[in-house]
C-alpha cells in the first residue's frame, strides 16, 4: 500500500496565467513544473490545512486520484502575484500540479454516472461525507480525453472539507452528524441516489481507513501543526465521522432522493 508523504518544493518564479474558482488563488513555477497555489484569507484560514488533509485522505482511499499537489515554499523576496493582483506573502502553501489538456466534468456528469465511473463517484462521495467536504463541485473532477474515464480523472479542490476553510472547534462539535444541503444543486452528488453503491463505497473505505485515518492526520500535522484543541477537535470529528460514515451517506443519498422525488 502506498505509503503517505507531503510532497515538498520550493517557488522559483511566477506561473502562467490562470482563470478558474471563486477563491483567491496564484500560480508558481518550480523545478517540477508550474503549480496552482490556494491562497488563505481572513475568511478562509484553513484552506492549507483543508487541501492537505482531504488529498491525503483522498489518496487513501484510492478512487479518482488527486491532482498532484504539494507544500510549495514561497521564500521572502519572491514576488508573485495573486488573482487579484497582490503580492503574495512568503510562506508556504498548498499547490496543485497545474493541469493542461484536462476538461471539468461539468457538461457529462449523467454519461459519467452511468458509465463505469460511478463506482470512483462514489469512492469520492464517501470521502467527501467522510471530511465533511461541504463544496464539490463539478469543475473539481476533471478528466483528460474525450469522455470522462475514471482511470483518466482526477480531483481537485478540498479547500472547504471539514465544513468549510473557517471552520471552528465549535463547528465541528456541532456539524460532526450534519450533511450536504440537499437544495445546493451545484454539488457533484444530488443526483446520486443509489444506496446500494453508497453502501458499497462507504463500507470500502472504512475497511481501508481503519488504522490509516489517524496516521494520515499525524502526517499533515507534522506539516502544519494545529495547537492541540485544534488537534483534538479535527481528531474527533474524523474518528466520529469514520465510526458512522454508512450511517452517514446512507442518510445523504436517501435525503437526495426525497428532495428529487418531491421538488
Ligand atoms: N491543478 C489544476 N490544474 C488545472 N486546473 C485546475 C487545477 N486545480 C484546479 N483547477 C480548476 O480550477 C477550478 C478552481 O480551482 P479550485 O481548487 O476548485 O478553487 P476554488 O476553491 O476557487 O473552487 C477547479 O474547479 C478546476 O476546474
Ligand atoms: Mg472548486
Redesign the pocket.
Do not use: E, R
Given at each position: 500500500m502506498e505509503k503517505l508523504s507531503i510532497h515538498k518544493i520550493r517557488a522559483d518564479g511566477a506561473g502562467p496565467p490562470f482563470v478558474?474558482?471563486?477563491?483567491r488563488?496564484a500560480t508558481v513555477s518550480t523545478r517540477d513544473g508550474a503549480y496552482?497555489l490556494?491562497l488563505p484569507t481572513s475568511g478562509a484560514p484553513w484552506v492549507t490545512f483543508n487541501e492537505l488533509l482531504g488529498a491525503a485522505i483522498v489518496r487513501l482511499a484510492g478512487g479518482i486520484p488527486c491532482?498532484p499537489s504539494a507544500l510549495v515554499d514561497v521564500p521572502l523576496g519572491f514576488r508573485v502575484q495573486d488573482n487579484l493582483g497582490q503580492i503574495v506573502e512568503p510562506g508556504q502553501y498548498f499547490g496543485?500540479?497545474?493541469?493542461t489538456g484536462?476538461r471539468?466534468l461539468i457538461p457529462d456528469f449523467a454519461a459519467a454516472l452511468s458509465a463505469d465511473f460511478a463506482e470512483s463517484l462514489y469512492a469520492l462521495f464517501a470521502v467527501d461525507v467522510l471530511i465533511y467536504n461541504v463544496?464539490r463541485?463539478l469543475?473539481?473532477v476533471?478528466f483528460e480525453g474525450e469522455e470522462p474515464k475514471a482511470g483518466a480523472s482526477v480531483v481537485?479542490?478540498h479547500?472547504n472539507a471539514l465544513s468549510g476553510a473557517d471552520w471552528t472547534v465549535k463547528r465541528l462539535e456541532e456539524r460532526r452528524d450534519c450533511g450536504f444541503d440537499v437544495q445546493d444543486r451545484r454539488l457533484i452528488y444530488c443526483d446520486m441516489t443509489d444506496e446500494r453503491q453508497a453502501q458499497k463505497a462507504a463500507r470500502r473505505l472504512v475497511a481501508l481507513l481503519a488504522d490509516r485515518l489517524m496516521p494520515a492526520v499525524e502526517i499533515v500535522c507534522s506539516c502544519y501543526p494545529l495547537n492541540p484543541a485544534y488537534y483534538e477537535a479535527v481528531a474527533a470529528f474524523l474518528q466520529h465521522r469514520g465510526q458512522n460514515l454508512q450511517r452517514l451517506l446512507a442518510w445523504q443519498v436517501r435525503r437526495y432522493a426525497e428532495y428529487l422525488r418531491t421538488d
Open positions: 478558474g474558482g471563486s477563491q488563488k496552482l490556494k491532482a496543485s500540479l497545474l493541469l484536462y471539468a463544496d463541485k469543475p473539481d476533471m481537485v479542490d479547500g
